[in-house]
């Protein structure tokens, strides 16, 4: 079975840093892009930013300067880096990781279980 375990959530006050983390596991045989999506209250859940297994990254806009995603292929974990939070960054933060496991030929997304981000004074 394979499983994608986040960590790294919590309250920080405005301008304050948060780093999560997201652990790949089970079987698995390879790995392709990873990041990160959130979803706020009452909104749609949205891309917040990718890292392919390469290292090429897509950030959106209103993070663009503020988090950086990497990755450790070795372990299979991506991690968010989120600096100068704001209180519209506040929602539940899911990883991702387009992965192959062993026993199937083709990827599929998988999704962790989430994570509250919440930025408030």
């Known amino acids: 079975q394979v499983q994608l375990v986040e960590s790294g959530g919590g309250l920080v006050q405005p301008g304050g840093s948060l780093r999560l983390s997201c652990a790949a596991s089970?079987?698995?045989?390879?790995?392709?892009?990873m990041g990160w999506y959130r979803q706020a209250p009452g909104k749609q859940r949205e891309l917040v930013v990718g890292i392919t297994s390469g290292g090429s990254t897509n950030y959106v806009a209103p993070v663009q300067g503020r988090f950086t995603i990497s990755r450790d292929n070795a372990k299979n974990t991506v991690y968010l880096q989120m600096n100068s939070l704001k209180p519209e960054d506040t929602a539940v933060y899911y990883c991702?990781?387009?992965?192959?496991?062993?026993?199937?030929?083709?990827?599929?997304?998988?999704w962790g279980q989430g994570t509250q981000v919440t930025v408030s004074s």
């Open positions: 089970g079987s698995i045989f390879s790995i392709n892009a």
């Open positions: 991702y990781a387009d992965l192959r496991p062993r026993d199937r030929i083709s990827f599929s997304r998988y």
